[in-house]
């Protein structure tokens, strides 16, 4: 099990979309990811259970990964939560 | 009567009956079902699950081309809700613990989560209840196994009001009975106010919670030049609407009137008026407005549309067409401008924190150099079908000038060795939309063929301003001095280089600033085709010398303040003077009429 903390850049925090991009990439793992933030948690793959975080711009949330490809999933989704969550999405 | 103000997102006047559409709301109603009936109402929960995924892809699969990134980000949300364990969990335990019918439970279990998401105080947040709500929707229509759930259309010409309509609702709008748009959400780029301008009905957006509260049939006015939107107009404001309608009509005519004549000053000052197109379709359209050319030509919707990177062949086609197409008038292609606001990520582009100042433009193409050299190949290949020209974005000095017009050599000996069909003299100009371009215009005029400003970025660049950031974009300034001097310190390290400039963004279609492109001494104007005639209306009637005078002052001023009102003050006068002599003219042709009554 490995765990790490991520400084929120989306500037709106962990809305629908925001969620929606974090479950597209842990689910491309088959490690378990968990995020906690302000005493609850959720299962990185469900949109629902992250966006009701509601983890604030500038925050840290605690990250929590487990499996066989704990050390890549941990890594990108570090990256996504502190660089690219601060750009929109392009579906294109 | 009372007055709202919205975004003016397309415009013209319209007055008449609103059209509320409001999507009907499904509250299924809760059954207690037998227990051996359970497993069929999981599989009826399934299968509208499956049934509402399918449409939500099929509408993203459909309007891949038109939906803003938002919007796409949106439905691709509500993709994974339909496939979360939350709604999924708390639905099937709905249907096995307390044994009640699978649509009710789904709406229970959604209505679960998003109350949690109310309890958020944080307005962005609760905004999101709106895109749960409509994904809830579409299952619970799915259950009823209706399509429908679908826009009831307007009967009689009217004003369409939503709080807000997705690009598939405004795509079964279409046009009939559509006499304008408004609207409690979106801005000026969203889909509705790009349906209302290609259609010509005003629209009004952003009007915040206005439509919330109006109902189909009450009397409206719609304002789309000011953005303002009356209810219950008076007989006194219908009447000036109509007078405006009128006015509207009698002036399109008029400009339409003008599509085969040249943008020439009184004292005989020629202007190309050409259009700015990225769609194969737009080629008409800016014929039909007079257009003598294509002054841009924008690529990069070939390789979005795609998804992939086209090939050589595929690029000679579609090039091919849009040339074919000119009927002999240039046409000039930019290569593809990717980077800043339009990243792909399967052209191998990052997100970057500071996209406008990464890796765009031409320092991509470097970087990219095999497709790079397809595009310039599928250029020079098309060019046997009539006049084109090449033109380089973001240049910000000659080095990269100089190295892409070496990768143009590379492609020209390879198609020429390859006995393939092609032109091998095109002319070569690039964009000038960097400070540093502007600063170094004297030297890039000498190895190149033309040049082309591109104000939106030299703008942005130069006064250190992001258009997208709501905070700074005041400092949109078309008429900062700075500007002003940067395009006419440009105009004339062309001029003296002996090759001709034109310029290419936003500032082009602004009525109020034709004169001052004029007197810039720009060769040539690229536009939107729908902003073109009134342009060349304002060009024909202006002498250069006043326009040269007017730039000269406008130059020397401190402020973009002290600008626009000198400028605004400048059209006032000249209004005036026109009207006055158009009323001698016409006084001069009734009095003899006079004299025999």
């Known amino acids: 099990m490995k765990t790490a903390q991520a400084k929120v850049s989306d ?52 990250i929590e990964v487990e499996g066989t490809d704990e050390d890549q999933a941990l890594q990108q989704l570090i990256h996504l939560i502190e660089v690219e969550l601060a750009h929109p999405e392009n579906l294109e | 009567m009372k007055t709202f103000t919205g975004i003016a997102a397309s415009a013209g006047y319209a007055v008449g009956p609103i059209h509320v559409i409001s999507k009907r709301t499904i509250v299924p109603v809760r059954r207690t079902v037998p227990t051996k009936d359970i497993p069929r109402q999981i599989e009826r929960f399934r299968k509208a699950i499956d049934k509402a995924k399918v449409e939500v892809s099929g509408l993203i699969e459909r309007l891949s081309t038109e939906l803003g990134p938002e919007e796409a980000e949106i439905l691709s949300a509500q993709l994974l809700i339909l496939e979360d364990e939350m709604v999924w969990d708390a639905t099937l335990a709905l249907i ?13 279990a959604v209505g679960d989560i998003a109350s949690r998401f109310l309890e958020i105080e944080d307005e962005v947040f609760r905004e999101r209840v709106n895109d749960i709500h409509d994904i809830e929707q579409r299952v619970l229509r799915a259950f009823n196994g209706d399509n429908t759930g679908e826009l009831e259309l307007p009967q009689v010409p009217s004003v369409v009001a939503a709080r807000n309509l997705t690009p598939s609702d405004t795509a079964v709008l279409g046009r009939d009975n559509v006499l304008g748009f408004i609207m409690d959400e979106g801005g000026s780029t969203s889909h509705v106010a790009i349906l209302a301008r290609s259609i010509g009905v005003p629209a009004i957006v952003g009007l915040k919670s206005v439509v919330g509260g109006l109902s189909t049939g009450q009397e409206v006015a719609v304002d789309g030049e000011e953005g303002h939107l009356h209810l219950d107009p008076d007989q006194e404001l219908i009447q000036e609407f109509r007078r405006h309608q009128k006015l509207a009509g009698v002036t399109n005519e008029k400009l339409a ?3 085969d004549l040249d943008a020439v000053t009184p004292d005989g000052h020629r202007v190309h008026m050409m259009a700015n197109i990225e769609f194969p379709v737009e080629v008409d359209e800016a014929l039909a407005r007079g257009a003598e050319g294509i002054g841009l030509l924008r690529t990069e919707y070939l390789f979005f549309m795609l998804h992939d990177i086209p090939s050589e062949d595929q690029q000679v086609e579609l090039y091919s067409d849009m040339v074919k197409g000119m009927g002999g008038r240039s046409v000039v292609f930019r290569t593809l401008d990717v980077g800043g606001d339009k990243i792909s990520d399967y052209l191998g582009a990052t997100r970057e924190y500071n996209p406008f100042l990464g890796w765009r433009g031409i320092r991509f193409l470097l ?4 497709l790079f050299k397809t595009q310039l190949r599928a250029i020079c290949r098309a060019a046997v079908h ?7 974005p973001m240049i910000t000095g000659v080095g990269e000038l100089r190295e892409a017009k070496a990768v143009l050599s590379e492609a020209l000996a390879e198609l020429e060795s390859e006995g393939l069909e092609h032109v091998a003299d095109l002319p070569v100009g690039l964009m000038i939309e960097t400070p540093s371009a502007v600063l170094t215009s004297d030297k890039l005029a000498r190895e190149c063929d033309f040049f082309s400003i591109g104000s939106n970025d030299l703008i942005q660049y130069t006064l250190a301003m992001d258009r997208g950031n709501a905070r700074v974009s005041y400092l949109y300034q078309p008429l900062h001095p700075a500007i002003l001097r940067s395009i006419r310190q440009t105009v004339r390290a062309a001029h003296e280089a002996g090759i001709w400039v034109g ?7 602004e009525t109020r600033l034709a004169e001052v492109l004029l007197g810039l001494g720009l060769d040539e104007i690229s536009l939107h085709g729908a902003a073109l005639p009134k342009i060349k209306q304002v060009i024909r009637w202006t002498t250069y010398e006043d326009a040269v005078q007017l730039v000269d002052h406008l130059c020397n001023l401190a402020t973009a303040e002290e600008a626009n009102t000198y400028l605004a003050e400048f059209i006032a006068r ?12 016409s006084k001069k042709t009734a009095s003899p009429e006079k004299d025999h009554s």
């Open chain 1, 11 to 62: 500037p709106v925090g962990f809305h629908l979309r925001a969620a929606g991009r974090i479950v597209k990439l842990t689910k491309t793992f088959t490690s378990e990811v968990t995020i906690r933030y302000n005493g609850r948690s959720a299962n990185a793959k469900s949109i629902m259970g992250l966006a009701s975080l509601a983890a604030e711009f500038g925050t840290s949330v605690d």
């Open chain 2, 96 to 108: 096995r613990l307390e044994r009640i019918n699978a649509e009710a439970a789904f709406a229970r």
């Open chain 2, 257 to 259: 009137g003008l599509r």
């Open chain 2, 367 to 370: 970087a990219n150099r095999p």
């Open chain 2, 386 to 392: 009539g006049p084109v020209k090449i033109m380089f």
């Open chain 2, 503 to 509: 310029l290419c963004g936003e500032m082009g279609s």
């Open chain 2, 574 to 585: 000249r209004k005036a003077a026109r009207f006055a002599a158009q009323a001698a003219t």
